[in-house]
């Protein structure tokens, strides 16, 4: 891609205060883009202006600053009840999509998931699937769907891998949902950043299929992930696993979350954990200069163990 057109770009991340969000803002205005943060924020400052998925943007803010490329991670996790994920993550990225499109954007990037794929069994994979359904007819989009993202070290990671290193770094006691034998991909922070990029350039050609999986193909166990971990992270590499029924975990978390209580894992969360996409599309090819290094690399890294 040529240096010289891509810093002229101008470019709205939606969800530019979570994990993925943050780092691609500060790589983008690295590569000298001009970053608009969209972002819930209350107290916005110079190039971030006021978003949320229920609200939507700023009538004619992308025809007035001349967005380029609108990359869309903003997802509302506190909703529970079907109904209010589609009324505010579908629905309102769909009006999003409509909005930027419509004033002038070239590119959509969505940021979807590995967990969204055709059988997917949790509200949260099936949420995007009808986001992506929406994008791909407008012919300007494509949804990336990224495995479970992590950085190096690893104690730079956020999302689910940040909550599974930070608790290995205070026990080597964890609980297993399940046999842990169900199988995730993985996608590198640095690797998934790199390829939206490459696909934020209005000019480059999208996959015909509307998406791509943003991942490595080797498959790893849920137990072999946490094992992992605790071998690069702790200094004694060890770790003890608790298996706990699955059935019985969601039941319990489903039953306070229909009372209303609001705990730190979701229902949904574990339909999607233990129903993964057991053949994922693979054959669509990753552009050039663009890969996935394997999970196992962590292990070579000896600076990212900690003491205990």
Not at 182 to 195: G, S, V
Request: hydrophobic residues 35%; contains cysteine; charged residues 25%.
């Amino acid at each position: 891609m040529n240096q010289s057109n891509s810093s002229k770009l101008r470019i709205a991340v939606t969800g530019s205060n979570g994990y993925l969000g943050s780092r691609l803002c500060d790589y983008f205005a690295g590569r000298n883009y001009t970053v608009y943060q969209l972002t819930s924020s209350e107290n916005a400052k110079e190039k971030q202006v006021r978003f949320t998925l229920s609200d939507g943007a700023a009538k004619n803010f992308f025809k007035d600053e001349k967005i380029d490329t609108l990359v869309h991670v903003a997802y509302d996790l506190k909703q529970i009840k079907r109904p209010d994920i589609w009324r505010v993550n579908v629905e309102g990225s769909i009006k999003l999509f409509e909005q930027a499109a419509s004033e002038g954007v070239q590119r959509i990037v969505f940021i979807s998931t590995a967990s969204a794929y055709s059988g997917c069994r949790s509200l949260y994979g099936l949420a995007k699937l009808e986001i992506e359904d929406a994008l791909r007819p407008m012919n300007i989009g494509i949804s990336i769907r990224p495995g479970l993202i992590y950085s190096t070290p690893l104690n730079n990671s956020g999302g689910i891998v940040g909550n599974m290193v930070g608790k290995l770094q205070k026990t080597s006691v964890m609980p297993l949902i399940g046999s842990g034998e169900y199988k995730l991909t993985l996608a590198h922070e640095q690797d998934l950043i790199k390829l939206i990029d490459y696909y934020a350039q209005p000019e480059v050609e999208l996959p015909p299929e509307g998406y791509i999986i943003a991942a490595n193909p080797r498959q790893y166990s849920f137990r072999s992930i946490l094992e992992n971990l605790a071998k690069a992270t702790r200094t004694d590499g060890k770790i003890t696993l608790l298996p706990v029924p699955w059935r019985g975990v969601w039941l319990g978390i489903k039953t306070a979350e229909t009372v209303g209580l609001k705990l730190g894992f979701r229902s949904d969360s574990i339909l999607g954990l233990i129903h993964q996409d057991k053949e994922p599309n693979f054959s669509i090819p990753l552009p050039e200069g663009v890969s996935f290094r394997d999970f196992s690399s962590i292990n070579e890294d000896a600076s990212v163990k900690s003491k205990r």
